[in-house]
DNA sequence: GTCCGGTCAG
DNA sequence: CTGACCGGAC
């Protein structure tokens, strides 16, 4: 049965996964109703926020973030009030976070949205990808977290997730490894992008995580061929 | 001590 | 493409 969800070069059968995606979209969202954190970005959700927790998040963790995310949205409560800002503030309110270079390409690319943008975040992927700091991740992020647009979203959490999954028993490819991708592509769930995305990313940070993986209160176990394997922690 | 992570400069 | 950026988890 397991084979049954793969091509026969071994690669991930997305037929098959395409025609999986709905049965696997309703179990993630189930889950995430009831396990979803209440974090601050969530619980005031826009695209300026999302897009300052998203670049706080690339290299730090949730716990840490928390009140740096707070005390930043209560300086610069949107694009405007940061492109407006001096960066000494700026960095100094980053202080503890450490990527500075972060914090300065989040000033410079809010002083671009102000100039280039009408002072409103761009729901636009190409723009998004124009901007200091916002690479193929985050652009991604800011467009389906904080715009609820259907695209796919893969960080390191996400792609391990995918990959245990569909079993994907090699390493992943740095950055946006194509098969995995794909993979993310066909499972989106186009009429409710933010929420599938967001659920994806809280299983692989609460569930599916890197060292051992709560198989047991997983709720794609019925589903995830590296289970099915008992090859869930040695994956991607 | 080693590894990890998005993005960017080189 | 590789290495640098930083601090925390292991
Ligand atoms: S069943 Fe285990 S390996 Fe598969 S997605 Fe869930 S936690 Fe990850």
Redesign the pocket.
Known sequence: MAEILRTPDGGVNLARWRAAAPGVAARLAGWFDGARRDLPWRRHRTPWRTWVSEVML????V??VVPYFERFCAAWPDVADLAAAPLEPVLKAW????????AR?LHRAARVVAERHGGRVPDDLDALLA?????????R?VLSLGFDRPVAVV???V??VLARLAAVDRPLR??ADPEIFRLAEVLLDRAAPRRHNEALMELGALVCR??RPACGACPLSPVCLARRRGRAADLP
Request: hydrophobic content about 20%.
């Open positions: 690339q290299q730090t963790q716990a840490k202080e503890g976070l450490g990527y500075y270079a972060r390409n901007l200091p700091g916002l690479g193929p991740y985050t652009a992020a960080d390191g959490n792609g391990r740095p950055g890197p060292g």
